[in-house]
């Protein structure tokens, strides 16, 4: 099983830019595909974005597209979401997550590799 770590949240005035940073041990992670998703309190966890093994496919919610960029070095073991021109309703708690072999869509009941979050908060 392999273990995810994120980085990288904290405060931020809207408009700001963060980049958190998915950091993969103990197990594969250049052969899956990976995603993001964030939690804000009283809602249920949503899927941000996803990104192929080689790169070469991303994946965005509507509500980030043009903003958030998702990227991944196979040979560090590391995923990143670059977020730019952040809204206060991007608060929450964001998670990267390994989808399950053979998975073919992106719901969290699809990954089975879970890090344990980290907050991100927009002030306005």
């Known amino acids: 099983q392999v273990q995810l770590v994120e980085s990288g949240g904290g405060l931020v005035q809207a408009g700001g830019s963060l980049r958190l940073s998915c950091a993969a041990s103990?197990?594969?992670?250049?052969?899956?595909?990976m995603g993001w998703f964030r939690q804000a309190p009283g809602k249920e966890r949503e899927f941000v974005a996803a990104?192929?093994?080689?790169?070469?496919?991303?994946y965005y919610t509507d509500s980030v597209k043009g903003r958030f960029t998702i990227s991944r070095d196979n040979a560090k073991g590391t995923m990143y979401l670059q977020m730019n021109n952040l809204k206060p309703e991007d608060t929450a708690v964001y998670y990267c997550a390994r989808r399950k072999p053979y998975s073919d869509s992106i719901r969290p009941s699809d990954f089975d590799s879970w890090g344990q979050g980290t907050q991100v908060t927009v002030s306005s």
């Open positions: 990104i192929n093994w080689s790169g070469s496919s991303t």
């Open positions: 103990g197990g594969t992670f250049s052969s899956y595909l």
